[in-house]
């Protein structure tokens, strides 16, 4: 399989977006069964040209997070759909209380990006929790070119930033 070449725009070179990243990779990692990296691939890749994004559920513990399963979420910003995602909350609210009982939990949120880097953005970082895995799908003329895992360092309001997360799956 050939690399798929990623353009950089211009804002992902800023100092804005420099400034959300923290140098060198998590201790921790991120496992995902085959199915859900594939799905999440999949979805990534079928809503391109624009952002698609959704949840990852599985559990978390001291070594990292295990992803058993993502479901896609539908994106509320039609204005800018091409570079921009806003999670629906009731699609959050009827997945978590699906999940409730069920010994899993929703523990991170994916979203792709077309034609761009899998490189966070400062607006992801605004809407970023604490303890979440942040999967970021880049996609190139409808292929998939490279998925990233991220995590917030701290609170963000105390000036966490996000550093990359290895992932298997």
């Known amino acids: 399989m050939s690399k798929i070449e990623i353009p950089v725009p211009e804002r992902f070179l800023s100092s804005a977006y420099v400034a959300v990243v923290e140098d060198g990779e998590h201790e921790q990692l ?8 594939q799905m999440m691939q999949n979805v990534a890749v079928q809503g391109y040209p624009d952002e698609i994004c959704g949840l990852l559920i599985g559990n978390a513990d001291a070594q990292g997070w ?11 910003n039609e204005e800018r ?19 409730r009982g069920s010994g899993k939990e929703i523990i991170g949120v994916f979203h792709s990006h077309p034609d761009c880097p899998a490189q966070p953005s400062p607006t992801d970082l605004t809407s970023a929790w604490e303890g979440f895995v942040y999967p970021i799908v880049s996609v190139c003329n409808g292929r998939v070119a490279e998925v990233n895992c991220w995590v917030v360092t701290d609170e963000v309001s105390m000036g966490g930033k996000f550093q990359r997360l290895p992932h298997q799956g």
Do not use: H, T
């Open 81 to 99: 759909a091409a570079d921009r995602f806003q999670l629906d909350p009731a699609g959050y609210q009827a997945i978590d209380s699906e999940l």
């Open 30 to 37: 991120c496992k995902f069964a085959p199915e859900a990296m």
């Open 66 to 76: 295990q992803v058993s399963e993502v479901r896609q979420v539908d994106n509320l």
